[in-house]
């Protein structure tokens, strides 16, 4: 992890952030190791892409269990492959559709590739030799496959109608509604497949299956995230996600936001997505106790923790209409180690994002009232779980090296007994 002359001044200031980067890149174990010297070829450049394509990701896919490591790697690859050619604004509409339409029969079609992606497309390479995935999809379980192609066949799909809706690519999204069904086709339906595939391998309860809701809320928690995140950048590149139903409240035009005389109004703006966005945390800190194996939790539990802690840096923060704004490494780094303990610990990561927020939360925006009520709704549920205790009790469950403890067989059994066993 390297450092710009920049970064070597802010941890100077910020020294816990930089004890936390030493502590996870020294100590950090994973629970599981990728054996590179079991693979082939073709898969060993699957992996290589997985590094091109997200670090991040790479990084928590390459840490899950052996059941589940291929299948995963390969189901990001095929829909990264598959978002780079609905992204590529060069590939005319008449070439675009029937490949989106038709990807998950392509994903099995031998030696496929695509080398007419734009020059500047970053991912352009993965296409460019996609056959090394088509070969090592082929060799999956029939039943993984199964689940990677109905996700597929059902993004793929989605996303060539939004292609064709010539309102949403020339004005952006219009509505809340409208927001939520793009977010559920490029997030959400990988909320859906990830859940089968953990139940499938029998590393999850099987009664996620039965709460789509909370599938669901684990996809749009971090597109929302993103899109508020990325909205600078992503005006830049002449693209609307913000809903119309909600900034036409705010400014008359999506372009008035990024006016420095319209500042306030864009602040709230920004507040309205993030309530927008706060809507799904409680749900995800319920879905992430239906996860039974360390690997799968941890892969699932860090995104959606930065997701809160981005929530929090974004949240009436004037820089996000100036530039893209990310959570620093220390943070990242410390949000990593607190998040993959245990379910309670990551529920204390939930709590101290949800308190900032609420802290940063000023009664001059319209939706000052219903922002506090969000943040209550979320620790509320937490303190439906895990009760707050004495210090005392706390005290005595802490190991001797300082660390919290696991929870103890009677906080398993409640998250369990209360939640899941309905």
Sequence with gaps: MGFKPSDILYYLVHFNELKAIAQWTTWHEPVHERDQTKESPSLTKCFEFLDMTSRSFSAVIQELHQELLVPVALFYLILRGLDTIEDDMSIPLEKKDPILRNFHTIIEKDGWNFDESGPNEKDRQLLVEFQVVVEEFKKVKSTYRAIIKDITEKMGNGMADYCNNAEHNANGVNTVED????????????????????????????????????????????????????????????????????????????????????????????????????????????????????????????????????????????????????????????????????????????IKYTRMIHKKNTPKDPNFLKISIACGKIEQFVESLYPSQKPQQIIQEKSSDGTVAKPSAADAAKVSAAKWET
């Design 179 to 350: 927001y939520n069904m793009y977010c559920h086709y490029v997030a959400g339906l990988v909320g859906e497949g990830l859940t089968r595939l953990f139940v499938e391998s029998k590393l999850a309860n099987p009664v996620l299956l039965d709460k789509p809701y909370l599938q669901e809320s684990m996809g749009l928690f971090l597109q929302k995230t993103n899109i508020i995140r990325d909205v600078r950048e992503d005006f830049e590149d002449k693209r609307r996600f913000w809903p119309k139903e909600i900034w036409s409240k705010h400014v008359d035009k999506f372009e008035d936001l990024f006016k420095p005389e319209n500042l306030d109004a864009a602040l709230n703006c920004s507040s309205d997505m993030v309530l927008n966005a706060l809507t799904h945390a409680d749900e995800c800190v319920f879905y992430l106790a239906g996860l039974k194996e360390q690997s799968v939790f941890n892969f699932a539990a860090i995104p959606q923790a930065m997701a809160i802690a981005t929530l929090e840096l974004v949240f009436r923060n004037p820089k996000v209409f100036q530039r893209n704004v990310k959570i620093s490494k220390g943070t990242a780094c410390q949000i990593m180690i607190d998040s993959t303990q245990n379910h309670r610990v990551l529920c204390e990561v939930f």
